[in-house]
Nanobody
Framework: QVQLVESGGGLVQTGDSLRLSCVAS????????MGWFRQAPGKEREFVAA????????SYADSVKGRFTISRDNAKNTVYLQMNSLKLEDTAVYYC??????????????????WGQGTQVTVSS
């Protein structure tokens, strides 16, 4: 059974940085693309960033491009999301997910099969 556990969220001020981690178990981690999504109160879950299985390709939402960096350590079964220059609008629950179809990365939620429970990120002024 696949399990994804996010951590690293918290309460920060605008301009601060956070690094989220997502540890995966129950799968051959290096065989799957991974994604980060977020959901703010009253809004739909949205794509944030994604990475291919070996980390050679990444994709970002326009709203985070240049501020967030996704990376992975396949030896540790972990995917990271480094978030810099945080803004109020980055406040959300952040989720990691595994791609359904192996190595590639995707922006569509439907392309992901397993999800973590989420970690809260709150940015205050």
């Amino acid at each position: 059974q696949v399990q994804l556990v996010e951590s690293g969220g918290g309460l920060v001020q605008t301009g601060d940085s956070l690094r989220l981690s997502c540890v995966a178990s129950g799968l051959t981690f290096s065989s799957y693309g991974m994604g980060w999504f977020r959901q703010a109160p009253g809004k739909e879950r949205e794509f944030v960033a994604a990475i291919s299985c070996y980390g050679g390709s990444t994709s970002y939402a326009d709203s985070v491009k240049g501020r967030f960096t996704i990376s992975r350590d396949n030896a540790k079964n972990t995917v990271y999301l480094q978030m810099n220059s945080l803004k109020l609008e980055d406040t959300a629950v952040y989720y990691c997910a595994t791609a359904r179809n192996g190595c590639n990365y995707y922006q569509r939620m439907g392309s992901y099969g397993d999800w973590g429970q989420g970690t809260q990120v709150t940015v205050s002024s």
